[in-house]
């Protein structure tokens, strides 16, 4: 006679409960954009014209090539479980995303380029044991495009642009699970990439007068599918359970619509303006496919379309030397139930300043410094449970960032 | 325009000094007090027995002493409460999970037979724990060291119970610590121990619970005697009353395998009119168990039972060896199929029958009777922790009980609630528990003492460490993993 002991299911599904945040769009691809609190679609009279209108293209002359680097150096911390206060402060990391910008003017009216940037990315990293550890641990997602551009002048005063983005990405998650009766937990990383998500842009600058210039940009969705794999230590008692093999999931970044106007006040003042519309509502869920075992993980993110206010202005000091100046608000896409430490968001304040020096006739060179000021958020209706059944994620979170960048261009 | 232009700097330099720095205002810590309403557990003692202690899965260790009862309600409020810590593993014999087959829905556990030390042992004052792992109520006023225990003096074994030592440490009865302390609130959860011996025995060992009244001893004047004391410190006090044996999985759990995997038919050709096993105090057995008698809990096997269910049949006496009888008691043959002959029966110690069911049953109504009626004479708040159990055990056939959107049940490992020894709760139970103390605390005594959120308790159901080899999956317990169960 064989005796089963008790009916025994365990569910130990992976809460891969949330990877991204607002905060994961990078803006930062060129040092003069961003020293002017990245206005710069009405303006885009360098390189990096390929990623913020393309349309402005035609503006530069021969050839130009534009490489930089911005150096950024966020801060997280999280306070709680409410009503505690205790604090975690996420691990200081520095990322280092580059930008490259090729141009060719064919004619007066028709310029190419190619360009290499990261549309989106970011990271978090918290401590393997904190409060928050069945929420995040660490997650890290980089996205590159390569984008052919070509920009075509209809009329005199009104430039069009179009490029494709060839893009690919990776990413790492990795969080602890609780099991429902036993002591310990598991420990499970995902990592997955995508070699070729393919999305377009579109650009158009016109200049009714000599001083005033309006610009419009369009950058589309990105549809990313990770093909990975999750690795899941545990007891090895529950080996069989845990999530051991493939993971597939999917990621859509949003389109951002970029409207800007600059004007020339006096020969030597630009002063630019910028709404960019951030179409965030394409992330509605995080879908993660576990094939061994065969599992789902779905939790929703519900992010909300936001959008960023931008002012900037540039001042010729000298003949070669510029001073620039920007401020932007941009507003934060999560709903505050859905904030999970993997990147805590928040409304931010960017405040920039920067210069550009032209060395040479060909060589110029652009350094920005950036700071973005996270507006403290008290979360207390969470909907992301930090242990299981129902433990709402309560706390207040403060986010702000370092970015300094630099941009050598050469023209030709 | 170098006007603007400074403006436009000044501006935003104004801004940025303002601004510019993390937006960081302090918040305010919660403000924990001891003090809520009427009730004050600036001076917090918890008198009682393993259930008290923390003891789980077998053992008095650190990391189950951290969730007893106790120190979660003194967390809630911020108070001192001072336990007799002991290392993990603990006191000796710790239930561990040694493999687990899902799909079979099977279990191993293994007996750990590794001990930690004391942590706490040179604390001066009395714990605030003063929870005694087999305590009876007797040792509450009378008790002061191993051998002047209730277990020492008064059974047929005479065993020392070194627990008494650990925590007593020379310096008085439970009662009398208490007092030291000052106390200005009380728990007290006393009792289970003088009917669980025994009905976990099978009715066995001992032979009788306490008697509820009569004769030289008993329950309601030793009961009275001790509430007496415990109103003469003048602090508030929340008395809880016994747990039925037929809300926990050491009662419940093995009882409904037997019937679902037992050839019924079978045995019916073979001629047996079921399983033949001891009643009370019998050596052959005229006890008819069937499935349905199994099913329906009419009648009760322990968890230690699950052992011999797979021998059933057989001509054995396993359970002989496994007990070190020196010899067979006699009528009594092993030659005969073990479980289907009178004399080979099912034995006496791995069942309740009908009348020891009723005998313990009746027993802890009385004693409840006697815990509700002083209670409510001395103005002791009551936890109904038997109601309770016996509400959750209700829903057990219906989906469970959900605390915090945590799922429980009084189900046998996979309900949450109790431990591998089926008897005392996990980190989870005791933070059930708690909950019901506070909220008895806060009715009784117009307090607001906050509920504890049971989803932030971790489970604690240990997965040994060593690594086995899953060469055995058949249900089994290593002889003597039960020989150390104190309550």
């Known amino acids: 006679m064989k005796v089963k002991f008790f009916a025994f299911i365990v569910s130990i599904i992976i809460v891969a409960s949330e990877t991204f945040a607002g905060g994961f769009q990078l803006n930062e691809h060129g040092a003069r954009a961003m020293a002017m609190g990245g206005a710069f679609t009405a303006i885009s009279n360098d390189p990096s014209a390929i990623y913020f209108n393309g349309a402005g293209l035609t503006q530069l002359s021969g050839i130009h090539l534009m490489l930089g680097t911005t150096m950024i150096a966020p801060t997280f911390s999280f306070r709680g479980v409410s009503p505690d206060i205790t604090e975690y402060d996420a691990a200081k990391q520095t990322f280092f995303p580059t930008h490259f910008f090729a141009t060719y003017r064919y004619d007066k009216d028709l310029a190419f380029g190619l360009g290499f940037f990261s549309p989106f990315g970011l990271a978090s990293k918290w401590d393997p044991n904190w409060v928050g550890k069945y929420l995040a641990i660490e997650t890290k997602l980089q996205t590159f495009v390569i984008t052919p551009e070509v920009a075509y002048n209809l009329m005199d005063n009104l430039t069009v642009s179009a490029g494709l983005e060839y893009s690919f990405a990776t990413v790492t998650i990795s969080q602890k699970t609780p099991f429902p009766v036993f002591a310990g937990d598991a420990f499970t990383t995902l990592t997955g990439k995508d070699n070729s998500a393919w999305g377009f842009n579109l650009g158009a600058l016109y200049k009714p007068v000599d001083d005033l210039s309006i610009g419009v940009s369009f950058h589309s969705q990105v549809k990313y599918n990770f093909t990975g794999t999750a690795t899941t230590t545990g007891p090895v008692q529950l080996a069989s359970q845990l999530p051991n093999g493939g993971a597939t999931a999917d990621l859509t970044t949003p389109i951002n619509l970029a409207v800007g106007v600059a004007y020339r006040f006096i020969p030597d003042l630009l002063v630019s303006f910028d709404f960019q519309y951030v179409g965030w509502s394409s992330y509605d869920s995080l879908t993660v496919d576990f094939s061994s075992p065969k599992s789902v993980k779905s939790s929703p993110r519900l992010y909300d379309n936001s959008y960023i206010l931008r002012l900037g202005a540039q001042y010729t000091l000298l003949q070669d030397l510029q001073v620039r100046a920007g401020i932007y608000y941009d507003k934060d896409p999560v709903k505050p139930e859905y904030l999970n430490p993997s990147l805590p968001d928040a409304n931010r304040l960017g405040f920039s300043v920067g210069v550009g020096y032209k060395i040479t006739n060909n060589i110029n060179l652009d350094a920005a410094y950036l700071f973005i000021r996270g507006s403290q958020l008290t979360v207390t209706d969470s909907q992301e449970n930090y242990a299981q059944g129902i433990s709402p994620f309560n706390g207040t979170y403060n986010t702000a960032a370092n970015l300094v960048s630099l941009t050598l261009s050469y023209g030709l | ?487």
Request: aromatic share 10%.
């Open chain 2, 1 to 487: 325009m170098k006007k603007i232009m400074s403006l436009i700097f000044t501006v935003f330099l104004t801004v940025v000094v303002f601004w510019g720095c993390q937006d960081k205002t302090n918040l305010t810590a919660p403000v924990l007090n001891p003090k809520s309403g009427n009730a004050d557990l600036t001076r917090f003692v918890a008198i009682g027995n393993s259930l008290t202690a923390g003891w789980q899965n077998g053992a008095l260790y650190a990391s189950s002493q951290n969730y007893s009862f106790g120190n979660q309600i003194a967390k809630q409020v911020g108070t001192t409460f001072e336990q007799p810590l002991v290392s993990d593993p603990g006191t000796g014999g710790r239930m561990e999970i040694k493999t687990l087959d899902i799909a079979k829905g099977e279990i191993d556990i293994y007996y750990d037979p590794k001990t930690g030390s004391p942590e706490n042992s040179t604390y001066a004052k009395p714990y605030n724990n003063l929870g005694i792992p087999g305590a009876l109520l007797y040792d509450v006023l009378y008790a002061t060291s191993s051998t002047t225990c209730a277990s020492a003096l008064f059974s047929s074994s005479h065993t020392p119970n070194p627990m008494f030592d650990l925590i007593l440490r020379g310096q008085g009865s439970q009662f009398a610590q208490a007092k030291a302390l000052h106390p200005t609130f009380v728990t007290l959860w006393i009792g289970n121990n003088d009917v669980l011996g025994f009905a976990t025995s099978g009715g066995f060992s001992p032979s009788a619970p306490t008697p509820v009244s009569g004769g030289l001893y008993n329950f309601q004047s030793a009961f009275t005697q001790l509430a007496d004391s415990i109103a003469s410190l003048g602090a508030k006090v929340v008395v809880a009353n016994i747990p039925d044996v037929d809300a926990i999985p050491y009662f419940t759990t093995v009882g409904p395998v037997v019937a679902m995997e037992t050839p019924w038919g079978a045995l019916k050709l073979l001629g047996a009119p079921g399983i033949i096993y001891q009643k009370h105090g019998e050596i052959v057995g005229s006890g008819v168990a069937d499935s349905l008698s199994l099913l329906t809990g009419q009648l009760l096997m322990t968890l230690p039972a699950i052992n011999y269910a797979t021998l059933i049949g057989k001509p054995t006496g396993q359970y002989y060896r496994d007990n070190n009888y020196p010899a067979l008691p006699p009528g009594i043959d092993t030659t005969k199929p073990f479980g289907l002959h009178p004399q080979n029966p099912w034995p006496d110690a791995l069942i309740l029958d009908a009348s020891e069911i009723a005998t313990t049953e009746n027993t802890i109504a009385s004693y409840n009777s006697i815990i509700s009626s002083l209670a409510n004479a001395k103005g002791f708040g009551l936890v109904d922790i038997n109601g309770f159990f016996n509400s959750i055990r209700q829903k057990d056939f219906t989906g469970g009980v959900y605390f915090n959107g945590v799922n429980f049940s009084t189900a046998y490992i996979t309900g949450g609630i109790f431990g591998l020894d089926g008897i005392h709760p996990t980190n989870q139970g005791q933070a059930i528990e708690a909950n019901e103390f506070i909220k008895v605390i806060n009715s009784k005594f117009g307090a607001n003492i906050p509920l504890i959120n049971v989803a932030t308790i971790p489970g604690s159901l240990i997965l040994a460490k060593k690594a086995f080899l899953k060469e055995k999956l058949m249900p089994h317990f290593e002889p003597g993993s039960f020989k150390h169960l104190l309550y």
